[in-house]
Every structure is written in C-alpha cells, then in structure tokens.
C-alpha cells in the first residue's frame, strides 16, 4: 500500500508526473467510492519489518540508555536523543520507514527531555537548594519544554516526519502551561486551572491542526499526516479537561443531569468530527460517554446489564456512524455557511472539484 506522503516524494523525485499522481488518486477514490480525504489514512506500517526494525531500535535505545546513565543521568538521555537521530539518518531519511521513524523522533524528543532531567537528578540540589518553590519548578519544566521544542524543530527541518511537528508542539504546549503556573503560582487541589489552561492549549493545538488541513483539503501531501497527528494530540488536551470539569473524572456516581450533559458534549464533538473529517475527538471521548452512559442505565435500573448494555449501544452507533460516515458529514457540511464549508476537507460532491481545482 502506498501513502500519500509515498505519492508526493515520488513527485517530488520526479519518478511520477504531478498529473500521472492525480490520476491515479482520482482513479482510487473512484474504486473506493469514497475521496481520500474521508478516508483519514495515515500511513504507519507497508510491512512486518516496519515492526522489526522498531523493535530492534527500542532495544538499542534502551540498552544506550541504560548505559549512558551508569556513566552519568545526564547521559542516558543524550545517548538516547543521539543514537535515534543517528538511526533516523538511514531509516528515516534514506528506507523512509514509517513506524520505525515514529519511534525515532518520540525517542529523540524524550531523549532530549531526559537529559535535562538527568542533570537535574545529580546537581538540581546543588543548584537550587533542597526545597525550591513550585515557581521555580514550572519555570524548570517549562525551560526544559522549550529546549525540546526547539531540538524537535531541527530534527523536523532535518527529517520532515510528520509527527515531529506534533512533539514539538507538545513540548511549546507544555511550555506555555508551566510559564503560566509559574506566574499565577500553583493550583489549588482541585485541579481546575491546570485543567483549563490545558484545554485553552488543546484549542490552540486545534486550530494549528485546522490551518494544516486546510492546506491540503483532498489530503494529497504530507501536510495532511502532519495534521492527523495534531488532531491526536488536540483531541485529549480539549476532552478530558471538558469532561474534568463536568466532574466525571472524580470516580463517583455523577447524576443522571451530568450523565445527560457528558452524552449532549459527545455528540457536539461527534457533529464537530463529522465537519472536519477527524475522529480524534470521538475516540478521545469515548471513556467518558461510556461511564456516562453507564451510570444512566444504572439509574434506570438496569444494574447488572449496565455496561453491556452501554457498549452495546456506544458499539453499534459507532459502527453506523463508520459505515455512512460520509453521508452524514455531507449533511452537517451542507448546513454550514458556504464560506466555511468551503475551508474544511472535501466532501464526497466536493472532492473532484478540489482535487482539480
């Protein structure tokens, strides 16, 4: 199977002509009935040694890891962050490997990260005494967010992996939310500032996720893998501080009103997929309309069968929802402003246009 991404460096190595690419992804969507924007494809294996290769890696990794920190902690990590981008120089930028290339920058990133780590374990008390102030402590964990970031940026300008942009977005996300605690001073015990400048960073997120996609509406280049991994990363940042704060992840029975709440907030976030074409946000969810769903049935008295029947139900809309996916986002696209629309992947009756316009 090829990706997109497989597509667009054939163009780009001027192995396929940019006409010859369309017509075959024209010729695709025609067999599958179906443009690829909605089919969300995302490439991760072609084959078993995609998984081989990431197990040797990890193997590596942890066994350099292991011993760069019998030397010092600092140089767990640095042996690390060192040893994937060297791999990634032949299985990244030479054989292209996709899982073998997630591995690598994920390893990279929290590489760099650890070795910021390390070095506090060993000489943190040195330097900052035995008991510094959490203030002190964000602005760390926000400095060292920030050096991640950056380490990330040059390993996307070196590499192009689309989930590097993700990583490093993570790490300024993280930035930003340590800086912010750093002024305002620690949280109270509830949790609920972290939680709400967790999800003002997911909206964020999102809305860097949205300026990719719209790019690359019919999803042809690697902009849109760039995106999909964005998606990922938004959709837990926005849904658990929402369902935080609506009190389901206390643990405890949340009411029926708040159970009605949690399943009212889903199906916002299902329309919301529907009109971007991602499922993130649905699968990011799902936890909680589950336990939703389950103290309501438990409230109508059907105690013993509350989660089977809560998975039942859950199980078989999404089923439905998979299978005419692409008839009902023509419908939610269709009640939208044409200006709007018009911004958001294509649709089935939208797709030959934007594929050739």
Partial sequence: MYSESDLQAAVDA???????????????ASVRAAPGADEESFRLITGFNDIFVSIAAVILLVAVGWIGASIHTALGG????????????????????????????????????ATMVGFLVRHGEDIFGHSPSETVGAILVGAMALITAAATWAHWKRFMVPITVAAGTAALAATAVALVLAITGMPSPDGTLPMVLVLIAGIGVFALAMWWDRSDRVRQTRRSDVAFWL?????????????????????????SGAAVLVIGVYILFGLIALAIDRRALLVSALAYVLFAMTQLFRTFGAVELNVALTAFVIGSAL????????NARAVVVGFLPNDLANQLPATVRTAGIAAHG
Avoid at 20 to 25: E, I, N, Q, S
Avoid at 83 to 100: G, Q
Avoid at 245 to 253: A, F, H, P, R
């Fill in 14 to 28: 001027k192995v396929l002509t940019p006409e010859a690419a369309t017509a075959f992804r024209s010729h695709i």
């Fill in 78 to 113: 640095a042996f690390v962050a060192a040893s994937a981008w060297f791999l990634a120089e032949y299985f990244t930028r030479k054989r292209r490997m996709a899982l073998p290339s997630i591995v690598l920058v994920l390893a990279f990133s929290g590489g760099v990260f």
């Fill in 231 to 255: 998606h990922l990363l938004a959709a837990p940042m926005i849904a658990h501080p929402v369902f935080h704060l609506l009190g389901v992840t206390d643990g405890s029975d949340i009411g």
């Fill in 319 to 326: 089923l439905l929802l998979s299978a005419f996916w692409q």
